[in-house]
DNA sequence: TTAATTAATCGTAATATTGCAATTAAACGA
DNA sequence: TCGTTTAATTGCAATATTACGATTAATTAA
């Protein structure tokens, strides 16, 4: 179907696979890293940073934004954007709780 | 085109997207956490538990095997499932790499 | 106003993902 | 052996994702 089946899981579940998924995409994972490695706004140079189109790099872009990892502001003709930190930590406490899971002991593998 | 051009790309990048993906579905999420809270290997139940298809659940399984994150054995007629501590480890770690990223000054936004 | 610049959006093509019914394969018990 | 149980695989349909050219919208500079 191409549909997950979203209601047959809790809140939580769904929270952390959509946290997730926006990270399982190599360009998006590029896009972050290149905004935590300016430690600024970026205006621009984003096309030229990673080898997409324009329109793929704005695609992505705005997926980053509808899960507000990061935010834009226009800026004459250009849009910078910038990390969101507040949502960045929020995404981190949620993955973190379910990477730190741990098995007290494993009784049989 | 539906396929990403991993190849420009850093190895690191696509690790993590690729690690990121597969967290990226709430069955899986849940596959996961089941077997976490069980504390063992679990054996078929699985599909009651979640409530997909078998050939669904098989599916997914099949992801998560294919990244290293559980392992299968056969036992009789059925197949238990755990996960693999090892792998789990080294994604926990290349993942909180990556979202522990900070900005030392936020100067712009 | 007009041209130039920049980024979002639209439209489209190719591929991937999700889900399930049906089938197959493997192992056990009678 | 034969039926039962369990899970993997196959085949298919529906939807999502990725990518990009072309267009549009918005702003600035001349």
């Known amino acids: 179907m191409g ?6 899981f809790t809140e939580e579940q769904n929270t952390i696979a959509s ?3 926006v990270l399982g995409h190599p ?3 590029s896009i ?4 935590f490695k300016l430690n600024t706004c970026v205006c621009g140079d984003l096309v030229d940073e990673i080898g997409l189109a324009q329109a793929t790099i704005s695609q992505h872009l705005k997926e980053l934004k509808s899960m507000g990892l990061i935010k834009g502001s226009v800026e004459g003709t250009s849009v910078c954007y910038c990390i969101n930190l507040e949502n960045w930590s929020r995404m981190k406490n949620t993955l973190a709780e379910f990477l730190d899971q741990d098995l007290t002991s494993n009784t049989c593998c």
Chains 1, 2 share one sequence.
């Open 19 to 21: 946290m997730a998924k």
């Open 27 to 29: 360009a998006r994972v």
């Open 32 to 35: 972050l890293e290149y905004l």
């Open 3 to 8: 549909l997950a089946k979203t209601e047959i």
